[in-house]
């Protein structure tokens, strides 16, 4: 339904920072969030940050709370995570997903890219 683009993935050191993009082909009616979720070897997948479309509503994970920022350009269908202080802890494939919901599930999630590796070195 709604075909995402991630990019912005990478090698950094601890302490680095990188800052994702997803940019969406359209926004379907009645889509309002985007969502970023991680996923590591062995590991659930794990909810990261959400926002509205609106800007309203911004959502993070404890884990990530005070390092991360995300944001949404509307007029190029993207959102942004922005990763400050990357520990080797956050080492995991990035997702983002579209939902109707203001959800950290999910399974409330409709769409979803393909996934950006994210590697943190010590």
């Known amino acids: 339904q709604v075909h995402l683009v991630e990019s912005g993935g990478g090698l950094v050191q601890a302490g680095g920072s990188l800052r994702l993009s997803c940019a969406a082909s359209?926004?379907?009616?009645?889509?309002?969030?985007m969502g970023w979720f991680r996923q590591a070897p062995g590991k659930e997948r794990e909810f990261v940050a959400r926002?509205?479309?609106?800007?309203?509503?911004?959502s993070y994970s404890d884990s990530v709370k005070g390092r991360f920022g995300i944001s949404r350009d509307n007029a190029k269908n993207t959102v942004y995570l922005q990763m400050n202080s990357l520990k080797p802890e956050d080492t995991s494939v990035y997702y983002c997903?579209?939902?109707?919901?203001?959800?950290?599930?999910?399974?409330?999630?409709?769409?979803w890219g393909q996934g950006t590796q994210v590697t943190v070195s010590s």
């Open positions: 997903a579209t939902t109707l919901a203001l959800a950290t599930d999910p399974r409330y999630y409709r769409d």
């Open positions: 926002i509205r479309w609106s800007g309203r509503d911004v």
């Open positions: 359209a926004r379907t009616y009645g889509d309002y969030a």
